[in-house]
């Protein structure tokens, strides 16, 4: 099916499945991925893993009005753009990436015994091959 670029990232099928994959494999690499999802910069759902409570559908729009924070103190203090945001808090980890050329953002959360230094390792590979793959579908 021809979907066209103009649509939605949150309503094209070959934008959601790349993504799906994209937080299955980071899900296999981080075994203590609780959830995850990718949102739009506008704060629409593109998928979640896993689909299950209904606390986790305000994902998308904490990870954009949080995305839209960290970018705008980067700017502010001349910093250049954000790479990434990690919450650190008692039980757990909270990751936000950008998908690289695409105005798609990760937010994951991870238990306590993923290392920091691995998880944001992990994820900017998983994501540096589904910015690789998102360009070539917008080909």
């Known amino acids: 099916m021809n979907t066209p670029m103009h649509a939605s990232p949150a309503q094209d099928p070959r934008i959601v499945e790349a993504c799906t994959r994209a937080l299955d494999s980071l899900r296999v690499q981080c075994r203590s991925l609780q959830v995850a999802a990718f949102a739009t910069d506008d704060g629409f759902e593109i998928t979640r893993r896993p689909l299950s ?13 949080l995305q839209a ?5 980067a700017h502010d203090r001349r910093l250049g753009a954000a ?10 980890r909270v990751l936000l990436r950008r998908v690289p050329g ?4 990760l937010l ?4 306590r015994e993923e290392q920091s230094g691995i998880a944001v ?9 589904l910015g690789d793959e998102l360009a070539r579908v917008a080909l």
Do not use: P
């Open 102 to 105: 695409q105005s798609i953002m």
């Open 108 to 111: 994951a959360v991870f238990g």
């Open 121 to 129: 390792s992990i994820s900017r590979s998983v994501l540096s091959d």
């Open 53 to 65: 409570t209904e606390q986790d559908q305000r994902l998308a729009s904490m990870a954009s009005s």
């Open 83 to 92: 790479q990434y945001s990690l919450v650190e808090a008692e039980a757990g």
């Open 69 to 73: 924070l960290t970018e705008a103190v």
